[in-house]
């Protein structure tokens, strides 16, 4: 039975060559979107789940509550995690880390590139990163000790065995190889190449360890990482609940005396790669969203959806011409069920036979994918249970409604050639038209207002002017020479300004301080960055009211700051005049008066408003040497600049990065979408436009005579394209009217996460609109001129 189901399927493919290849290149790329956006989401959701423990682990997050506003960061105080586990039997273990720059180094080969954390000697108890060689439980408990993975074992060792080795960190520490892990895999939300103990750094600060307690013990050192490992049949929210209580009892006196107190939330460790969007998260991670799979994975399905609607109306509009087959089936016996089945077989070969050609489509397309997204995305064993999955619902889904409908001719009427398509089918038919057009032209605005905001952002005056400013990375080590090597990069003539400072459009400090005016337990907290006295001058940032830093004022290094007009709001002070001179206290015990306020400009991205900010001079800050260069010969001055920087700047790598394109990678997640929407919305419409091809030289083909009989009667070309063509271009304007208030709210719910954001623009509909029906025509039109300059005579000799 199933072989004469395949041989009919078989032969209807070859009989109908152009329906088949629209049905089977529409259900092709279909599938491969599906199989696409399934690994992406496949990748995204097990991000961390390949800890052992993943299910028990959370990250404590706080929140900083102040008077005037709340703020929630993914680091926390180093004091933190080590109360709520004295306090809590039930969290089993925690474990702290901090990020370093340090360069690593063995036998004078230095790499800077190299990711080291500083961790707690629980590391290995908590999170699961097989170790090869090493106890994981003793590798990380002595000072200097440090554990590397396998790659960086590779690129530092060779063929040598790395395990008891010496390294060498900052160039004057010794740190002994305790371990070697696997690599870290990609789908962790944190990345590392090498691991050293947390405890190195307490011997690392034994000439200041009071200081080292100190820092150790503040509620307001949110530098460190941490996360709980919670015993098993604990209920976390409940726990949740009562840290929170306890951390009210513990800041009780704090928050009488500064205004400012912590609450914390426990994010489960699998929720941290798409469901983190805190003050300061973690820049360089692997972060993503979920609202974009979930995009991703709606605009697949409809893509999909689409092909099958092409299926649908082709088979529903070819059903009259087998109508005489399924006639005679009947007569000799064959029941409705039978039919339905032979049907929906044809349809479940259609299907596999587009799954076979996806699988080119996609050897081809996860490149370009993985190019898009910044992915590594893979075929695995899993994607065949989808495949089949994706085979047979697409196959039963596309195939039921012409299966049901073929199989309900009457055996006579059908024999007689008298079926003809009801009311409610043609009006069906049509409804799937509209609605696949209607994705279109859905995605269509949605991606114009898409590029329309990155346009916006990336071209918008945000105070401070980025363009071709180069900043390049100062390690510690080259501080004390800093003004040097800015004064040598400065010679040359393609460099018009200079300056070092710490600013940073991916992170910057965050302190608490008390401005005058605020009472002792109203302490404040804001974003501050440390410059020189030409950092105002080479960013172009006004002043609007005060004066910039001088180097005529030996004083401004020790007790002067600047404050953008943010801040002036925040700290209750009536106007940027009326700043001038307040004092300032802040947390390192430096105290000083305000000598000018900055305009605001926008330090961070344009998802958030601009907040206040503290400018001031501090030397041990100093991360950057920023240049604004002229236009003119960029790779030249570029080699130019490398060569000064590699005789005067020993210790520091040449690792720059220009500001214009810092600022743009804020929006990684946006471009992802741009790019990958863009995809999706040209193959939305190729699927849409191969139905209306298909649908449109159906029915032209059934009005044949018709066409005819209107030539011979005088009909111009003229007039018979535009017969033809109208019906079609009713559905498509139909199709633009409903798509429209669609592609507005959902528009208009996305621009509401950016503080800044472009204005929904009547001519994005407008020219959507237009493209939708101007591509509508030219694949109708094809057709009907076809039609229309065919020689009557062919389409009359049988009458």
């Not at 969007?277 to 399905?301: C, H, L, P, R």
Request: one cysteine or more.
């Amino acid at each position: 039975m199933f072989k004469n189901y395949i041989k009919i399927a078989w032969r209807n493919i070859g009989k109908n060559k152009l329906f088949s290849a629209i049905n089977i290149a529409g259900l092709s790329v279909g599938i491969t979107c599906c199989i696409l956006i399934f690994l992406y989401v496949q990748n995204e959701l097990s991000f961390d789940k390949f800890h052992e423990k993943a299910d028990r682990i959370v990250r404590l997050t706080p929140l900083a509550h102040q008077p005037k506003s709340t703020e929630h960061f993914s680091s926390s105080s180093p004091i933190m995690s080590q109360k709520l586990h004295a306090a809590f039997p039930s969290i089993e273990n925690t474990v702290r880390f901090i990020g370093s720059g340090r360069p690593l180094s063995y036998n004078n080969k230095k790499l800077y590139e190299t990711k080291i954390i500083f961790a707690d000697s629980t590391f290995f108890d908590v999170f699961t990163f097989p170790m090869i060689e090493g106890e994981p439980s003793k590798a990380l408990t002595a000072p200097y000790s440090i554990v590397i993975t396998e790659s960086t074992a590779k690129k530092y060792f060779g063929n040598e065995n790395a395990f008891g080795k010496m390294m060498q960190l900052s160039d004057t520490l010794n740190v002994m190889v305790k371990g070697i892990i696997k690599d870290v895999p990609q789908n962790s939300h944190f990345t590392f190449d090498c691991v050293v103990s947390r405890s190195t750094l307490a011997d690392m600060r034994k000439a200041d360890i009071e200081g080292w307690k100190e820092n150790e013990e503040s509620w307001f050192n949110c530098d460190s990482y941490s996360y709980l490992l919670i015993r098993e049949d604990v209920n976390i929210q409940a726990l949740e609940d009562r840290a929170n209580k306890f951390m009210e009892r513990e800041m009780t006196n704090i928050k009488k005396e500064v205004g400012i107190w912590f609450t914390v939330d426990f994010q489960p460790l699998t929720d941290i790669h798409l469901k983190s969007d805190f003050d300061a998260e973690t820049k360089g991670t692997n972060n993503s969203d979920i609202t974009y799979v979930y995009i991703f994975s709606g605009t697949a399905i409809l893509i999909l959806l689409i092909a099958c609607c092409n299926f649908i109306n082709l088979s529903t509009a070819k059903s009259l011409n087998r109508s005489k087959e399924i006639g005679l089936r009947k007569v000799i016996g064959a029941r409705r069920i039978q039919l339905i089945m032979q049907f929906l077989g044809e349809s479940l070969v259609f299907s596999a036979i587009a799954s076979v050609l996806s699988l080119i489509l996609l050897l081809v397309f996860i490149p370009v994918f993985n190019s898009f997204i910044g992915t590594e995305l893979s075929m695995n064993v899993s994607v065949i249970w989808i495949y089949l999955a994706i085979v047979f619902c697409v196959g039963l889904l596309a195939g039921l409604y012409p299966a049901l409908l073929m199989s309900s001719f009457a055996p006579i009427r059908s024999l007689k050639g008298n079926i003809t398509h009801g009311i409610a089918d043609i009006i069906f038919r049509k409804g799937l038209v509209v609605f696949q057009f209607s994705i279109a032209v859905i995605l269509i605005i949605c991606t114009s207002l898409i590029l329309d905001q990155l346009s916006f952002m990336q071209n918008r005056k945000i105070g401070i002017n980025k363009e071709q400013v180069l900043a390049i990375q100062l390690s510690v080590k080259d501080h004390n020479k800093a003004k040097v090597i800015l004064e040598e990069l400065k010679r040359n003539p393609k460099i018009v300004a200079g300056t070092l400072n710490s600013f940073n459009f991916k992170s910057m400090a965050y302190i608490t301080l008390l401005p005058e005016g605020a009472a002792q337990n109203e302490l404040t907290a804001c974003n501050v960055f440390s410059c020189d006295e030409d950092f105002l001058k080479t960013m172009n940032i006004k002043i609007v009211s005060g004066r910039d830093f001088s180097r005529d004022f030996p004083s401004d290094e020790k007790e002067a700051f600047i404050v953008n007009e943010a801040a002036v709001k925040e700290f209750g002070w009536k106007t940027p005049k009326e700043a001038l001179g307040k004092k300032i206290e802040w947390a390192y015990g430096k105290t000083g008066q305000v000598i000018g306020v900055t305009e605001d400009f926008n330090y961070k991205s344009l998802h958030e408003n601009v907040a206040p900010v503290l400018i001031h001079i501090f030397k041990p800050w100093y991360s950057n040497v920023t240049l604004r260069l002229k236009t003119d010969n960029l790779t030249q001055t570029m080699q130019e600049l490398e060569t000064t920087w590699k005789k005067t700047a020993i210790e520091s790598p040449f690792k720059y990065s220009f500001l214009e394109d810092d600022f743009n990678s804020l929006y990684r997640s946006e471009q992802n979408l741009r790019s990958v929407l863009g995809g999706f919305t040209f193959l939305s419409i190729v699927v849409a436009c191969l139905g209306l091809f298909g649908l449109a030289a159906f029915t032209i083909k059934q009005r044949y005579k018709e066409i005819g009989i209107r030539k011979v009667l005088g009909s111009s070309v003229t007039g018979i394209v535009q017969l033809l063509s109208k019906d079609f271009l009713k559905l498509v304007v139909i199709s633009v009217v409903i798509a429209a208030p669609v592609a507005w709210y959902a528009m208009h719910k996305w621009l509401q996460d950016f503080a800044y954001r472009t204005n929904i623009s009547l001519w994005v509909f407008v020219v959507a609109g237009a493209l939708a029906i101007l591509i509508a025509f030219g694949t109708v039109c094809f057709q009907a001129i076809r039609a229309a300059v065919a020689n009557p005579v062919k389409s009359l000799r049988t009458e």
